[in-house]
């Protein structure tokens, strides 16, 4: 198998290459504007000259292939971000959740697909390749961008061996000394701490946060359906089935599709392609729904 690094140079060009149409769609969709992609040259990556140009704000894209990752640097000075990429609304962060989501299915090869992404904003690219820590023998390639201001080149580079730390927040550990006291001076008082209070507990918001016994149901492998329609036919129309029979569903093509796990449908969506192969965006999460029994008393025996 190949490793994820520069020996899959050719096998990235040759998927970004297949799938180009698509991606350059996500980043449409995600920019508010007409985006085209080419694809450039894929080089081994020297570190120490070839991010020299990169201590700059931008768009961060980690894609997380199991243990290492892939990182997608596009500059502030593009004009290809939209003015909210900084501090996005919710609908902002959809757009560039569905953005990482998608080059990962479509920019890297099937065999390196990403599973999770991560898609911020950051005032030094440089700075997020560094904490990301580089693997060995690294790899970039060139991606252009063609947008309304302009072709941009953006950069991908593999692979990070620490990809959690590429984005963290920068550590608060330093704090400014203390001014020195006087001698004599007199100490303050002493605020009781309330110690009989628990410390509240933070929202979670990641995975590895979760408890050991809640880690491992993540897991856990469940069937997902995706239902294009469905009808109730008479055996006798069943029985009669044959090579070239038609089904007529009463669904429209326009109407959305089912997502189902365990029989149960979580989601609604619509068919989208990705590459050569068949998917669902999902569009709606639904609720499931409630059930009420009736409890009939019973009846007292004498």
Not at 165 to 192: D, F, G, K, V
Not at 245 to 267: M, N
Not at 283 to 294: D, G, V
């Amino acid at each position: 198998m190949t490793a994820f690094n520069s020996e899959a140079i050719a096998s990235v060009k040759s998927a970004c290459e297949a799938t180009g149409v698509e991606a350059a769609d996500a980043f449409s969709r995600a920019f508010d504007q007409k985006i085209e992609l080419s694809v450039g040259e894929g080089t081994p990556l020297d570190a120490s000259t070839d991010l020299a140009n990169w201590s700059k704000a931008g768009l961060a894209i980690v894609l997380n292939v199991e243990s290492e990752a892939a990182l997608l640097m596009i500059g502030e000075e593009s004009g290809l971000l939209p003015a909210w990429y900084t501090a996005p609304d919710p609908t902002g962060e959809s757009k560039l959740a569905t953005l990482g989501q998608e080059l990962g299915m479509t920019l890297l090869p099937e065999e390196f697909m990403a599973m999770e992404f991560e898609v911020k904003a950051t005032g030094n690219l440089a700075d997020v390749c560094q904490q990301g820590v580089l693997g060995d023998s690294p790899a970039k390639m060139s991606i252009e961008l063609d947008g309304a201001g302009g072709k941009y080149e953006a950069w991908l580079i593999w692979p990070l061996t620490q990809p959690k730390a590429a984005l963290a927040e920068a550590s608060e550990a330093e704090e400014a000394p203390e001014a020195p006291q006087p001698a004599n001076a007199p100490s303050p008082p002493q605020t009781p701490t309330p110690s009989a209070q628990p410390a509240a507990r933070g929202r979670i918001t990641n995975f590895t946060e979760l408890p050991g016994y809640c880690r491992s149901l993540l897991h856990i492998e469940v069937p997902i359906r995706v239902i294009l329609a469905e009808k109730k036919m008479k055996v006798h129309d069943i029985v009669n089935i044959g090579v070239g029979s038609i089904i007529q569903f009463d669904k429209s093509c326009e109407d959305t599709l089912d997502v189902e796990i365990g029989r149960q449908k979580i989601a609604e969506g619509e068919a989208v392609k990705v590459g050569d192969k068949f998917g669902v965006r999902v569009t709606n999460i639904t609720m499931p729904e409630e059930r009420y029994i009736a409890l009939k008393a019973r009846k007292r025996v004498r």
